[in-house]
């Protein structure tokens, strides 16, 4: 599988004790196909407005994430795994939502 910085994919990651598959935004992608990613939740009783990214489905350009609900971005870890561990793709963050989402991480478009 390929993958481009802003897609959303579906990723078993480590989360205290459980390893489920979960959609991951993908932040970077090396020549050697390591891949940098943060992962999504819905769990929006955790949300925190100071430190998460919030997709919310009122957004205009929400429906290309492929999300089906309200989800938050957590940043306070970021997972590196192999290109070839990513599973499918779900869709982009793309327009105004990738430039917002962009600013928050301190990622600059080019």
Known sequence: MSADVFDIVWVRLPVGASRDIR???VIRVEANGAV???RISSAMDLFDPRTHFRF???HPDFAATGLRKESFCDDSKFFNVHVNNLGKRMGSITGDLQ???AK???L???
Do not use: D, K, Q
Request: with cysteine; aromatic share 12%.
């Open 99 to 101: 430039r917002e989402f």
């Open 23 to 25: 959609p991951c935004v």
């Open 104 to 106: 928050w991480l301190g």
């Open 56 to 58: 919310e489905p009122t």
């Open 36 to 38: 940098t990613l943060v």
């Open 108 to 110: 600059t478009l080019g």
